[in-house]
T-cell receptor
């Protein structure tokens, strides 16, 4: 059974600071996805990465995928209160149309 | 396009009762998946339906069941509720097809078992 571990579990920072959250898998990702979930809502897909070593940028968010395809990081530059939420990494397996999620990192950006 | 809708949004039940949750996928999406989210276990996959057939099932007891209708709408049922079934139940739909990798989540149904 694949296990996804995210760290830290909780992060509280001031507006304008940078932050990085991590995701490690016990086995190689099929397709790594990062989601953000806000209170009262379902998760929303931020990015999908497939190739080891891949780096993707989404405005102030930078996603890195490890060369061995077993780890990933999400870096947010100059965080804003709107970045507050639960950040989840997941492995998407197309064969079963199934997502396996990590435990999540809860991010709080204070104004 | 309207997003995934789930009803009801909130539900309170007592132990031993049963509950049915409903999910309407995005128009044109034929796959519906269900997930359970709890503070202790996080988000866990329950099952996935496509064309009215369950294609994939997570590691949950038989008290958890579901079905999908011809219009792709889906329901999940939990019988003989236990306190530990208190959770946010999320439904996700996807178009399914070559290259489709995204699942679109609804806002969830928060179930409280007393």
């Amino acid at each position: 059974t694949q296990l996804l571990e995210q760290s830290p579990q909780f992060l509280s920072i001031q507006e304008g600071e940078n932050l990085t959250v991590y995701c490690n898998s016990s086995s190689v990702f099929s397709s790594l996805q990062w989601y953000r979930q806000e209170p009262g809502e379902g998760p929303v897909l931020l990015v999908t990465v497939v190739t080891g070593g891949e780096v993707k940028k989404l405005k102030r968010l930078t996603f890195q995928f490890g060369d061995a395809r077993k780890d990933s990081s999400l870096h947010i530059t100059a965080a804003q209160p709107g970045d507050t939420g639960l950040y989840l990494c997941a492995d998407f397996k197309a064969a079963g149309n199934k997502l396996t999620f990590g435990g999540g990192t809860r991010v709080l950006v204070k104004p | 396009k309207a997003g995934v809708t789930q009803t009801p949004r909130y539900l309170i039940k007592t132990r031993g009762q049963q509950v049915t949750l409903s999910c309407s996928p995005i128009s044109g999406h034929r796959s519906v998946s269900w997930y359970q989210q709890t503070p202790g276990q996080g988000l866990q996959f329950l099952f996935e339906y496509f064309s009215e057939t369950q294609r994939n099932k997570g590691n949950f007891p038989g008290r958890f069941s579901g079905r999908q209708f011809s219009n792709s709408r889906s329901e999940m049922n939990v019988s003989t509720l236990e306190l530990g079934d208190s959770a946010l139940y999320l439904c996700a739909s996807s178009p399914v097809g070559q290259g489709a990798t995204e699942q679109f989540f609804g806002p969830g149904t928060r179930l409280t078992v007393l």
